[in-house]
Each structure stands twice: as structure tokens, then as C-alpha cells.
């Protein structure tokens, strides 16, 4: 069970408010596609729910409870670059969430739980499609493979909420049919309630079972920085299995 | 005719031009040195390459009169012990200083200040003091190297864990890493190429301060047999001497490149 | 090919012209300029004495010359010399034996003018102790110079070998505060560093150069071949020398001043000055400086400042006796190979000082 509630959040910076009252309750099994203009809010939402920021007011609770302050496995994410870790091959990047739950004093495991934790790890390669390149490093992979692996990493910890920030932003359009399909998938296998902030209109409708705009709604010319942006819209989609197929 | 900035010269070419200029000094001593022997067959400033070559020999292969040993080995053994000694507990000191400062706010906090004021004390000023207090016995020879180029490599490391990524830091925080499993699995694995990169351009400075300790009070090493002769203007021993710390420093900077490029090939640039 | 041609004759100019800029050897021949270096040390303060009241002006000009004085590091003014940088300049007998002469710049030592009687010595940890107690300790000194020679004539006198103790050589500037370090037992060193060394609490000052009086000499020296060519020179030096000397050794308030003033340009006040001063055997007149140079007992000391050298290997890698290098004496005595006389006690000058035809 995974739902969030956001209780009356505010997120402020000295004079200036970002965020203004949000109030959301998201049920279990969610896919919630945020969408909005820049600035206006949904990256900073994202931030708070991953725990990297703290609201200036008001609660993110999981399962009625409140999240801790700071990111932990509860909430998986993937960003738009970067997390990947170089040093490691792809097995060795999605083995390391398993890795890190068991071993806490060398961060490694040994024998049987080695080969147990790189079974799991490859049976999440295949089911990404990358068991082919499980020895390469990730400066190897093209941009799509790296966003496949950094999905793999998240889900194999089992989240129960996942966070994806643009994820597929710095993608080519051909690769992203792909991406979707794979992403709706593992959201199907694995049960996790899915928060993705997106810039294309078109995927957040394809993708989301509800759909969140961020807008300020109030401004007032002569200081901008006065009032946030918060929830404009939040639409019910038709729940999905697979994504509708693009018109040609 | 092309531009000059895309006229290449070819494999053969390069070399060639790359030893000219070695072909060119060496010339240029030999003929500089012949005239000065001319007029005076003593003199030392100059000697000529038979002269430094034969006494290279007895220093490196004949024994001391007074001490029975192979001084030329004895000197560089020393000496060797004295900077592998000091590039090892720099590394260390360097890494560990960087990784607190680099990951743990409080350490940074309470470290970076101090640090970035030790960087800046002139390591041969503070000499007299670090004999007075650590004894004139390699100790204070250690310490004075380790002082000059620890805290060097302490500040880019620093600076190197402050360019990783954040979202690698969160990233790793949302599969469950605790702050010494984030040091252990995520920064110290890609420091490591970082730190052959720093100890290779602290290399020139380790060596000038280890040759002003042995300058100061010792009984042997490189730097201590130029300064001896130094007095006598014995080029015949210090040239090669001079020309062997360079050869060991480039062998050093040899070995520190082939490592870092075998065991860390996940960290060089795309070709 | 024209480029090729003009390629090769640039480098070939290039090489020729470096060449013959590395090559400053001193050209023998007369000249109206002249450069003398000097260092800081007690017998050579009067220089600077000299140079800054005038008087060294004073004598060039009467010759018709320009003496240009430098201050310099020791060692670095005796390299330079050696190297032709510089006409004369003040040394030790033993580092003018070692470094120019050994290195086969002919010198003469134009001015004999102190030796040291106690401005050199080697002290011990620990009151009352004795030159034999040194045995099995490190010492700390300027190895191969002359606290070593003295270390080694403390070594004789005590029935002691070098290979009784052992060397390490400690750069005279640290001296004092290697001594104060606990690992540290046993100095030789001079003055004022000396004077520091002894004033600390629960020391002995074993041996010193009173106990060997005239072995070790302060002169100026000059260039042998220059000085030939030159008469004016030896003329100039030594009569502001003397000069200089008169105005410091008077007992009246020109010379409180003038020892005022060396004290302040050597880094001490006039106490420490005195102090040096004290252990400074000066030979106040020519006449004195003169039957020194002439007198047997500089060849005895001499002969053995030379086999020290020799021992220890200072008088060059090809030196393959005592011999190697030739010491000339007044009236035709000779040390070591008459073919090759690099070091010359010459006191013609101080002896026209002496007959006031300067």
C-alpha cells in the first residue's frame, strides 16, 4: 500500500513562496503525470516528496505516516541524468540497492547472498532488456540504456512510491515509445504508486491515471515572487495498461 | 600552403623534433664545455661528459673510501624512502581529510578553514620549526613534504567529491545507503583516480621539499649529496644526480599514468 | 631549399651564440673595474666598513679604478669567484685551497688578515665534559668545511678517528636550533652561532681554533692573473684595508662608531661584535700580516689543512695525492707539485703597506 497525502504544504524562500497550499490525496497505484510552466513549482513538489527539501508548512505523509526529512528507499527516483553511478557496471549499479540493504558495514555482499542479490539483479537486466550489456560501464550506453539501467536500479528495491523527474527529457522520440511501454509495465508488475513530472503534454495524458497541473493563481506584477503556484488541475485519467499507440 | 595551426607533423617527424631539443642542449654543453677546459683544464663548472661519466661510475659502482658503500645507491634509496613515505601518508591524510570534508557537513564545517589556512603556510618558512619540534631524524623530513603537498591533495579532492553529481548522492540515499556506505561505495571508488591525478602533480613539489630537508641535516640522500658538493661546484656529481631525480621523477609519473589507466578504466576520457 | 638553408644557419648561430654566452671565462688583460665579493662574518665586516664610509673609494680612486663590493651567501661568493664571476673574494685558506684553487682557478691571497682563536669550536651536552667524551655521538656541523677541520684536529688532540663519531651535516643557519633539539648532543660551529650554542644552559665548549692558532686563516684573495695585470687592485684593497683597520682599532669615538657599525650590519650589537672580536686573532699592521705569511709555521699549518682535504677527498676526483695541488710560499717555498701552483701567499702588497709606499 502506497498512498500519499499532502496535507496544506506550503514551500517558501524568504519572501518569495514557490509552492501555496497543496492539498492532494493520492490513492494506491497511482500514476500521477505533473505537468506546468517552468518555475511554477513542480520540480520543488518533487524535491519534498523525495525528502531532498522540507515544506515551510504543512505535511507529505505515506500511509499516514509522515515522510522522514530526508531521502530514503521508501521513495525511489529517477532523474533526468546523472544517476548513475561510473564506476560500477550495469549489474553492479542494480545490485547496489540490494547491496546496501544487506551488507551495512562493507556495503558488499559475499557467497550465497552475493549470487543471490546478482541473479535478482540480472532476472531486472532481462526484464529492462539490457542482460546483454551487463559487464559494460554506463559511459557505454546509449541515453535510452542509461535511463533503462537507472529505472532497473530504483525498482529492484521495491519503492513504494517512485519519482521521475523528466525522465525521458534528453531521450530521442524513437526511443520513448519504448520507454513507456517498459515504465507502465514495471508500474503494473510492481504495484508502486509513480509521481512523473514531464513537459510533454502528450505523454502525461498517455501515461497518467491522474493527471496534476501546477499554476500560480494568483500574480501580482509588481512582485511576482508574492504568491505560489499550487494545483490548478487535477484530472482523473482512464486507468491503462498500455499506452494508446501514437496516430500516425 | 596550409595554415601552420594544421600543418601536423608526421610520427617520424615528431619524434624527431620532440629529441631535437636535447640534441640541441646537449651540443651546446659539449662545445661550451670544451672551451672552458681549454682554458682551464680544472675547471668545474663545466665538466666534460668523460669527467661526469667516470664519476658517476665511482659513485655508483665503486665503494666509498671512508664508508665502504655504493654512496649513488645509498643516496637514492634515502631518498626514495623518504618521498614513498610521505606520497603515502599524503594520500591517506589527502583522502580522508577530503572525504569528511567533502561529504559530511559538520567535518566541513569544522575542517575546511583550518585546512585552507595550513595550504596556505610556505612549508620551507615553517622548517626550523618542525625540526625543533620533531627532531632532525626523518621525521621532520617526512612531515615537511607531507605538510607542503597533503593539504593540496586534501583541497582538490575535496573539491572533486563537491563535483559529484548530487542526484549520484540522492540516488544513492533512495536505495538505502547510509553515509559510510555513501563514502565506501559511491565517493571513495571515484576518488581514487583523483588522487593518482593529484599525487602526480604534487610529484615536482614533493621532491623540491624533500631536497630542502636533506639540505638542512642528514647524513645521506640525493638532495643531501648536491648540497655536500655544492660547495666544491662539483658539477661532475651534481649534474647526474640532477639528471637521475628527473628520470625518477618521470618514471614515477610513467607508473602513476599506466595505473590509474588499468585499474580505473571506467574513469578515462572517451578517445 | 632557401628555407631549409636559412633553418640550419639560424640553429647553428643559435648554438654558437649560447655557447659563447655560457663561456664568461675571465679574460686576462687590464682593466679600469673591478668586482669583490664578501660574506658576513667577523673577520670580513671591516669590508663593509670600508665600502660604506668611503675609504674603499678613497684608494680605487687614487689608482684610477672602480672597486665594486658585493654581499653575498659564503659559499655562493667563493662559487662565483671560482666560476669568474668575481675579481677577488674573501675565504677561508681551507675553502681557497679546496674550492678555487682545487678547482683550478690560480688565487693568491692578497691579504692575510685574522686567524681564528676561538671563534670556531665544538661543544658537547652536558656540563664538564671532556673532547674524549664526543666518542660514539652524532655531531652536527657544515660537513667539509671548516668546523669539520676543526672537529678533526679535536679528534687528534683527544686520541680520537673520525670513524669514532659520526658526521651530519646540518646547514649552519639551523645549528643553533638543531642543538636544541633532544636528539641533538654534540655542534661545531662558529661564531655568533657559537656564542648561542655555548650560552645555553648545562653545555661545554670542549675544543676551539684557540687551540690551533693560525690554522685557519681569513684572506681576501684574488685572482692570480688579474692581480698580475693589475698592480692597482692589490694597492687599492690593501691600503683601504689598512686603512680601515687603523680607524677601527683607535680608542676613540670614530671607532666606537665604526664597530657600531659592523656590529649592526653582521646582525649583533656591539656586545656580540666585541665578543667575536675578542676571539679574532687580527694582525693589526702589515708588518705583522707580513712575517706571518713568511714565517715556516704557515707552511706547517698549511700542510695540514692540505691533508685534510686530501683525505677527505676535497681536492678534486682526480686528485691522486696530497700533492695535486701546488702551494706557493714567500721566497720560493713550495707545498705539493711545483707544475701546478693554484694557491700563492703573496705578501708584496702588505709589505709596500708596510713601508708606507702605498
Known amino acids: 500500500m502506497a498512498t500519499v497525502t499532502v496535507r496544506n504544504v506550503w514551500k517558501e524562500y524568504g519572501?518569495?513562496?514557490?509552492?501555496?497550499?497543496?492539498?492532494?490525496?493520492?490513492?494506491?497505484?497511482?500514476?500521477?503525470?505533473?505537468?506546468?510552466?517552468?518555475?511554477?513549482?513542480?520540480?520543488?513538489?518533487?524535491?519534498?516528496?523525495?525528502?531532498?527539501?522540507?515544506?515551510?508548512?504543512?505535511?507529505?505523509?505515506?500511509?499516514?505516516?509522515?515522510?522522514?526529512?530526508?531521502?530514503?528507499?521508501?521513495?525511489?527516483?529517477?532523474?533526468?541524468?546523472?544517476?548513475?553511478?561510473?564506476?560500477?557496471?550495469?549489474?553492479?549499479?542494480?545490485?547496489?540497492?540490494?547491496?546496501?540493504?544487506?551488507?551495512?558495514?562493507?556495503?558488499?555482499?559475499?557467497?550465497?547472498?552475493?549470487?543471490?542479490?546478482?541473479?535478482?539483479?540480472?532476472?531486472?537486466?532481462?526484464?529492462?532488456?539490457l542482460a546483454h550489456v551487463a559487464d559494460r560501464h554506463p559511459a557505454q550506453l546509449s541515453g535510452g540504456m542509461q535511463q533503462r539501467m537507472s529505472i532497473a536500479q530504483a525498482v529492484i528495491r521495491k519503492p513504494k512510491i517512485l519519482l521521475l523527474d523528466e525522465p525521458f527529457g534528453a531521450l530521442d522520440p524513437g526511443v520513448t515509445a519504448d520507454m513507456h511501454e517498459l515504465i507502465l509495465r514495471l508500474w503494473e508488475e510492481n504495484r508502486m504508486t509513480i509521481f512523473m513530472v514531464s513537459h510533454d503534454i502528450q505523454e502525461s495524458f498517455q501515461l497518467g491515471t491522474r493527471l496534476l497541473t501546477f499554476d500560480k493563481l494568483r500574480v501580482d506584477p509588481q512582485s511576482p515572487e508574492a504568491y505560489g503556484a499550487s494545483v490548478t488541475y487535477d484530472m482523473p485519467l482512464t486507468r491503462k495498461t498500455k499506452p494508446k499507440t501514437l496516430p500516425s | 600552403m596550409r595554415r601552420l595551426i594544421n600543418q601536423h607533423p608526421g610520427r617520424a617527424a615528431g619524434l624527431a623534433l620532440g629529441v631535437l631539443p636535447f640534441i640541441a642542449l646537449l651540443v651546446m654543453y659539449v662545445i661550451a664545455s670544451h672551451l672552458r677546459l681549454a682554458e682551464n683544464p680544472d675547471d668545474k663548472l663545466l665538466p666534460a661528459l668523460g669527467k661526469i661519466a667516470s664519476t658517476f661510475h665511482s659513485y655508483a659502482f665503486e665503494e666509498d673510501r671512508r664508508s665502504g658503500q655504493l654512496l649513488f645507491w645509498v643516496d637514492t634509496w634515502a631518498s626514495l624512502k623518504r618521498i614513498g613515505s610521505a606520497l603515502v601518508i599524503s594520500a591517506t591524510l589527502g583522502m580522508v581529510l577530503a572525504v569528511g570534508i567533502g561529504v559530511v557537513p559538520r567535518a566541513r564545517a569544522l575542517l575546511s578553514p583550518l585546512l585552507g589556512t595550513i595550504a596556505m603556510i610556505p612549508p620551507l618558512a615553517i622548517l626550523p620549526v618542525?625540526?625543533?619540534?620533531?627532531?632532525?631524524?626523518?621525521?621532520?623530513?617526512?612531515?615537511?613534504?607531507?605538510?607542503?603537498?597533503?593539504?593540496?591533495?586534501?583541497?582538490?579532492?575535496?573539491?572533486?567529491?563537491?563535483?559529484?553529481?548530487?542526484?549520484?548522492?540522492?540516488?544513492?540515499?533512495?536505495?538505502?545507503?547510509?553515509?559510510?556506505?555513501?563514502?565506501?561505495?559511491?565517493?571513495?571508488?571515484?576518488?581514487?583516480?583523483?588522487?593518482?591525478?593529484?599525487?602526480?602533480?604534487?610529484?615536482?613539489?614533493?621532491?623540491?621539499?624533500?631536497?630542502?630537508?636533506?639540505?638542512?641535516?642528514?647524513?645521506?640522500?640525493?638532495?643531501?649529496?648536491?648540497?655536500?658538493?655544492?660547495?666544491?661546484?662539483?658539477?661532475?656529481?651534481?649534474?647526474?644526480?640532477?639528471?637521475?631525480?628527473?628520470?625518477?621523477?618521470?618514471?614515477?609519473d610513467l607508473a602513476l599514468r599506466l595505473i590509474r589507466a588499468r585499474a580505473f578504466r571506467w574513469a578515462e576520457p572517451e578517445r | 631549399m632557401a628555407r631549409n638553408f636559412s633553418l640550419r644557419a639560424f640553429l647553428f648561430a643559435v648554438f654558437v651564440g649560447a655557447a659563447l654566452l655560457i663561456t664568461q671565462a675571465a679574460r686576462a688583460a687590464e682593466k679600469t673595474s673591478f668586482n669583490v665579493a664578501w660574506s658576513i662574518y667577523v673577520g670580513w665586516m671591516p669590508w663593509d666598513y670600508a665600502g660604506q664610509s668611503g675609504i674603499l673609494k678613497k684608494w680605487a680612486?687614487?689608482?684610477?679604478?672602480?672597486?665594486?663590493?658585493?654581499?653575498?651567501?659564503?659559499?655562493?661568493?667563493?662559487?662565483?669567484?671560482?666560476?669568474?664571476?668575481?675579481?677577488?673574494?674573501?675565504?677561508?685558506?681551507?675553502?681557497?685551497?679546496?674550492?678555487?684553487?682545487?678547482?683550478?682557478?690560480?688565487?693568491?691571497?692578497?691579504?692575510?688578515?685574522?686567524?681564528?682563536?676561538?671563534?670556531?669550536?665544538?661543544?658537547?651536552?652536558?656540563?664538564?665534559?671532556?673532547?674524549?667524551?664526543?666518542?660514539?655521538?652524532?655531531?652536527?656541523?657544515?660537513?667539509?668545511?671548516?668546523?669539520?677541520?676543526?672537529?678533526?684536529?679535536?679528534?687528534?688532540?683527544?686520541?680520537?678517528?673520525?670513524?669514532?663519531?659520526?658526521?651530519?651535516?646540518?646547514?649552519?643557519?639551523?645549528?643553533?636550533?638543531?642543538?636544541?633539539?633532544?636528539?641533538?648532543?654534540?655542534?661545531?660551529?662558529?661564531?655568533?652561532?657559537?656564542?648561542?650554542?655555548?650560552?645555553?644552559?648545562?653545555?661545554?665548549?670542549?675544543?676551539?681554533?684557540?687551540?690551533?692558532?693560525?690554522?685557519?686563516?681569513?684572506?681576501?684573495?684574488?685572482?692570480?692573473?688579474?692581480?698580475?695585470?693589475?698592480?692597482?687592485?692589490?694597492?687599492?684593497?690593501?691600503?683601504?684595508?689598512?686603512?680601515?683597520?687603523?680607524?677601527?682599532?683607535?680608542?676613540?669615538?670614530?671607532?666606537?662608531?665604526?664597530?657600531?657599525?659592523?656590529?649592526?650590519?653582521?646582525?649583533?650589537?656591539?656586545?656580540?661584535?666585541?665578543?667575536?672580536?675578542?676571539?679574532?686573532?687580527?694582525?693589526?699592521?702589515?708588518?705583522?700580516?707580513?712575517?706571518?705569511?713568511?714565517?715556516?709555521?704557515?707552511?706547517?699549518?698549511?700542510?695540514?689543512?692540505?691533508?685534510?682535504?686530501?683525505?677527505?677527498?676535497?681536492?678534486?676526483?682526480?686528485?691522486?695525492?696530497?700533492?695535486?695541488?701546488?702551494?706557493?710560499?714567500?721566497?720560493?717555498?713550495?707545498?705539493?707539485?711545483?707544475?701546478?701552483?693554484k694557491l700563492r701567499f703573496d705578501p708584496a702588497y702588505m709589505q709596500m703597506a708596510a713601508d708606507g709606499k702605498l
Open chain 3, 61 to 341: 680612486d687614487k689608482y684610477g679604478i672602480t672597486i665594486k663590493l658585493t654581499q653575498m651567501d659564503y659559499i655562493e661568493s667563493i662559487n662565483q669567484y671560482t666560476a669568474g664571476k668575481f675579481d677577488g673574494c674573501v675565504m677561508t685558506n681551507m675553502d681557497m685551497l679546496t674550492i678555487p684553487s682545487a678547482g683550478g682557478v690560480d688565487s693568491t691571497a692578497l691579504i692575510v688578515g685574522d686567524y681564528s682563536n676561538g671563534n670556531d669550536g665544538v661543544v658537547l651536552k652536558g656540563a664538564g665534559k671532556k673532547m674524549a667524551d664526543i666518542k660514539g655521538q652524532s655531531v652536527n656541523l657544515v660537513e667539509l668545511s671548516v668546523s669539520h677541520y676543526l672537529l678533526a684536529r679535536g679528534l687528534e688532540s683527544a686520541g680520537l678517528a673520525e670513524r669514532d663519531i659520526k658526521v651530519v651535516n646540518t646547514s649552519d643557519a639551523d645549528i643553533v636550533s638543531a642543538f636544541a633539539t633532544p636528539g641533538v648532543t654534540a655542534v661545531v660551529t662558529w661564531k655568533p652561532q657559537l656564542a648561542e650554542v655555548s650560552a645555553m644552559p648545562k653545555t661545554t665548549l670542549v675544543f676551539d681554533s684557540s687551540k690551533t692558532p693560525g690554522e685557519i686563516l681569513d684572506l681576501m684573495v684574488i685572482n692570480s692573473q688579474v692581480l698580475k695585470d693589475n698592480p692597482k687592485l692589490g694597492k687599492a684593497l690593501v691600503g683601504a684595508w689598512y686603512e680601515t683597520l687603523g680607524v677601527m682599532l683607535a680608542k676613540d669615538a670614530k671607532a666606537a662608531a665604526a664597530l657600531e657599525i659592523m656590529a649592526k650590519a653582521s646582525g649583533t650589537d656591539l656586545a656580540g661584535f666585541k665578543g667575536q672580536l675578542a676571539t679574532t686573532f687580527l694582525y693589526t699592521t702589515p708588518a705583522a700580516a707580513v712575517a706571518a705569511s713568511k714565517s715556516p709555521d704557515l707552511v706547517k699549518k698549511m700542510d695540514l689543512v692540505r691533508k685534510f682535504s686530501f683525505d677527505h677527498g676535497l681536492l678534486g676526483e682526480g686528485a691522486k695525492t696530497v700533492d695535486a695541488v701546488g702551494i706557493e710560499f714567500p721566497g720560493g717555498v713550495t707545498l705539493g707539485n711545483k707544475a701546478n701552483l
Open chain 2, 130 to 252: 618542525l625540526f625543533i619540534v620533531l627532531g632532525l631524524e626523518e621525521t621532520a623530513k617526512i612531515a615537511l613534504i607531507v605538510l607542503g603537498i597533503a593539504p593540496c591533495i586534501a583541497r582538490d579532492l575535496a573539491l572533486r567529491v563537491g563535483e559529484l553529481p548530487k542526484e549520484q548522492i540522492i540516488k544513492a540515499q533512495t536505495l538505502g545507503a547510509s553515509t559510510w556506505q555513501l563514502i565506501l561505495r559511491v565517493v571513495l571508488p571515484q576518488l581514487w583516480p583523483r588522487l593518482i591525478d593529484s599525487l602526480r602533480l604534487s610529484m615536482g613539489s614533493a621532491w623540491l621539499f624533500l631536497i630542502a630537508a636533506e639540505a638542512i641535516a642528514s647524513t645521506e640522500g640525493l638532495g643531501y649529496r648536491i648540497f655536500l658538493v655544492r660547495r666544491y661546484l662539483a658539477m661532475d656529481v651534481i649534474l647526474p644526480y640532477v639528471v637521475w631525480i628527473t628520470l625518477l621523477a618521470v618514471l614515477t
Open chain 1, 15 to 129: 519572501p518569495t513562496v514557490v509552492l501555496e497550499n497543496v492539498r492532494l490525496e493520492i490513492a494506491d497505484h497511482e500514476f500521477v503525470t505533473i505537468i506546468g510552466a517552468s518555475g511554477c513549482g513542480k520540480t520543488t513538489f518533487l524535491k519534498m516528496l523525495l525528502g531532498m527539501e522540507q515544506p515551510s508548512r504543512g505535511q507529505i505523509l505515506i500511509d499516514g505516516v509522515p515522510i522522514r526529512p530526508e531521502p530514503d528507499p521508501d521513495r525511489g527516483v529517477v532523474f533526468q541524468r546523472y544517476s548513475s553511478f561510473p564506476h560500477l557496471t550495469v549489474l553492479e549499479n542494480v545490485m547496489l540497492g540490494l547491496e546496501l540493504r544487506s551488507s551495512k558495514i562493507t556495503g558488499k555482499l559475499f557467497g550465497t547472498a552475493r549470487r543471490e542479490a546478482r541473479a535478482a539483479a540480472m532476472a531486472m537486466l532481462e526484464s529492462v532488456g
